[in-house]
């Protein structure tokens, strides 16, 4: 299968993609960035963000991610909706296949995200979509339960923290957990036992989820999380515990299948990147946004990691532009005078924008 090349590959168009082909076409690298199975990654499934920046009235998850798309493509960075099903780091250039064909690539830049675990009951991950109450993300819309009572599963660390967390809006927060034992260590157990607003429900799992139709302020109408139906683990018996909302806590699994066995990673498979950068043990190839975040794993914070690996990947092929130079120059002096105009050029194009930058105060505006 004959691939077509590019300087740069962005793979994923969550926060941190669309961030990376924005300044990685800025900087003239003309990416080329593949959207895969969900474009515009987990802030298409939900509904409204108050804690994004610019936004002070908040801004709907799909209608940023949009806004990001269209920011890229002014930019001009082309944008395919095809899915990696193969991708092969230890060639150069670096070789990815699609549905629907082959790719090569200089420099690569991985932003696959990482996805929310749900219970598997089918309502949990729908109700998430829709604004039905159900969440994978205290920090993000715990904000929205203030004063009312809610649900966390989980009983390991995060489920613990995010639980302890909600208790700061939440009037009472329901902790669900499947044993009579906690993962969690042994000092977020002692903190979370100790808060008078939390409940634990041991040997509990969630049967369904039961709901109600509420008319929203608009005039629409939605399936509001009204109740869960909790199953005994050891009996078998249900019952019923009212909330106004779930949060589900039992962890997130980054989007990492492709690299195995070519990258680092660690047990729970999220890529290694070296401190202080998005370089990954490949020369070449970047990780940005939650593939490489177990903790923050905010819209914030992967947008500021896509600006760094576009950043990353233009030195990189910079400084291997510049190795291709000296190998010019020693079987070809003729070639390399006319190819180190350009050079120069670039260089002083930079060093003129750096110049504006300190200037102006203001070096972070000017990223390409």
């Known amino acids: 299968m004959t691939a077509t090349h590019h300087k740069l590959i962005i793979i994923g168009t969550g926060p941190a993609g669309y961030t990376a082909a924005i300044y990685a076409s800025r900087a003239s690298l003309s990416p080329l960035v593949f959207e895969g199975s969900q474009p515009g990654g987990q802030l298409t499934i939900t509904t ?19 806004e990001m798309r269209e920011q890229a493509l002014r930019f001009g960075a082309q944008i395919r909706t095809e899915t990696i099903t193969q991708a092969k780091l230890d060639v150069r250039p670096f070789r990815l296949e699609t549905d629907q064909g ?8 991985i932003a696959t995200g990482a996805s929310a675990k749900w219970l598997g009951i089918g309502k949990d ?3 998430s979509r829709s604004g039905g109450g159900v969440s994978a993300c205290a920090t993000c819309d715990g904000f929205f339960f203030r004063g009312k009572e ?3 599963v989980g009983g390991g660390d995060t489920a613990l923290e995010e639980a302890t967390y909600l208790t700061k809006f939440a009037s009472k927060v329901n902790l669900i957990h499947r044993r009579d034992q906690l993962r969690a260590s042994k000092a977020m157990q002692e903190r979370a036992l100790a808060n008078p607003k939390m409940a634990f429900h041991w040997h509990k799992v969630v049967a ?5 139709t509420v008319e929203t302020p608009m005039g629409d109408t939605v399936e509001k999380i009204r109740a869960l139906q909790l199953k005994d683990t050891r009996d078998g018996s249900l019952s019923e515990l009212p909330v106004d909302g779930l949060f589900v806590a039992i962890g997130h699994q980054p989007n990492t299948h492709l690299f195995k066995g070519q990258l680092a990673m660690d047990e729970a498979g999220y890529l290694h990147v070296q401190k202080g950068s998005t370089r990954t043990e ?5 990780a940005a946004g939650d593939v490489q975040d177990h903790t923050y794993r905010q819209a914030i914070t992967a947008a500021g990691s896509g600006c760094k690996a576009a950043i990353d990947a233009e030195r990189y092929l910079e400084h291997v532009m510049v190795e291709g130079l000296a190998r010019v120059l020693r079987h070809d002096p003729v070639e390399l005078r006319g190819t180190c105009r350009g050079v120069r050029a670039r260089v002083h194009r930079r060093r003129a924008r750096d110049r504006v930058a300190r200037l102006s105060g203001n070096r972070h505006a000017i990223g390409g």
């Open 282 to 286: 490949v020369p070449g190839v970047f």
């Open 48 to 66: 409204e963000v108050e804690n994004f920046p610019g936004f002070r009235e908040g801004v709907l998850g799909p209608a940023l991610m949009e």
């Open 208 to 212: 369904d989820i039961l709901t109600a």
């Open 102 to 109: 082959a790719y090569t690539c200089d420099a690569l830049i």
């Open 125 to 127: 991950e729908v109700l």
């Open 150 to 152: 809610i649900a966390v």
